[in-house]
């Protein structure tokens, strides 16, 4: 099942991306989290998928981190199809600082 993330940074910047995949697309699709340097925003890419490029104007894009990869403790934001994100920081899109949080969203889909 899907789900969707909030972002929130200090600079101001917000945003709520769709995760993961519905029943349907299970196995073979998987949204997640990525930065596009060139939009200077949060995306979301299938990371199923080779060569990971942003939807609105095709530059590569730098997946978010999988928390489960790590080795050390973090706390999570949200849990979808099989992969976890870390609610952070991250490095913001905008201001390139590591302030921007995740946190659950308020949309499950299937």
């Not at 789900?3 to 949204?31: F, N, Q, W």
Request: hydrophobic share 40%; with cysteine; glycine share 10%.
């Amino acid at each position: 099942m899907g789900a969707s993330v909030s972002a929130d940074c200090m600079c101001g910047y917000s945003d709520e991306l769709r995760i993961g995949a519905g029943a349907a697309d299970a196995g073979s699709v998987c949204y997640w989290p990525a930065v596009c340097s060139q939009c200077r925003k949060l995306v979301a890419v299938d990371r199923l998928a080779s060569g990971h490029q942003c939807p609105d104007c095709g530059a590569s894009v730098e997946l978010l981190g999988d928390a489960t990869v790590n080795d050390w403790v973090q706390d999570i934001a949200v849990e979808s199809s099989g992969h976890a994100l870390a609610a952070g920081p991250h490095a913001c899109p905008v201001c390139d600082r590591n302030r921007l949080l995740f946190s659950p969203g308020s949309l499950a889909w299937d």
